[in-house]
């Protein structure tokens, strides 16, 4: 019997970039071919599958990259024996750019097979606490933007500081003029609708 497909997945792939397509795609099945028992489901906006009651793994897809990531800790070391990115920010696998990126089909089958028997062993996943980052500080230009747009400032002000964070690197990362002016104009303008940064995911 084959496992059932949660659709918010489908739509999550079919919405990402091209590149990310294809590599989302290869991990799902691989996912549920080594672990016909997992079960899909979207947390924090992004595909996930869980196992026993527990999340067994995860993936994503950003603008120029993927990731893929273990989520019980006890994978550190199984990851670590290979001197796969364990500790990295990119997840389990690292930066996941084109298929080739991905592990040897037996090599990630191992790991997921890892991944099941410390999900069986009943040991805690014991995930460690992130690490408090500091209030991103408002550049001039958003501030400005902000000052005169009340709805867009309050629905600021009222957002978590990861949030906030979320809009205030967006803007930074821009590479071009042009560009950053874009990114400040659609700030304020989902400001004061009151979305997210990630709105386009919160209800996929």
Not at 180 to 200: F, H, I, M, P, Y
Request: with cysteine; hydrophobic share 40%; net charge positive.
């Amino acid at each position: 019997m084959k496992p059932a497909r949660d659709s918010r997945i489908d739509t999550y792939i079919e919405k990402s970039a091209p590149f990310a397509r294809p590599i989302l795609h290869q991990l799902r099945a691989r996912v549920l071919r080594a672990c016909p028992a997992a079960v899909e489901s979207m947390k924090w906006g992004m595909p996930h599958f869980e196992y026993a009651g527990g999340i067994l793994c995860g993936m994503a897809a950003f603008k120029a990259h993927c990731t893929f990531g273990f989520w019980h800790q006890g994978m550190e070391k199984v990851l670590g024996a290979d001197g796969a990115k364990a500790e990295s920010a990119m997840g389990s696998l690292g930066r996941i750019t084109r298929l080739e990126d991905l592990p040897a089909d037996l090599t990630l089958r191992r790991y997921l097979r890892a991944a099941v028997q410390l999900a069986d062993s009943g040991a805690p996943a014991r995930p460690r606490p992130l690490a408090k980052k500091k209030e991103a500080r408002v550049p001039s230009d958003l501030a400005e933007a902000l000052r005169v747009n009340a709805m867009a400032a309050r629905t600021f002000s009222n957002f978590s500081p990861s949030h906030r964070r979320e809009y205030v690197e967006w803007i930074e990362e821009a590479k071009r003029s042009e560009t950053r002016q874009k990114r400040l104009a659609s700030t304020v303008a989902w400001l004061g609708e009151g979305k997210s940064r990630n709105w386009k995911y919160e209800n996929c």
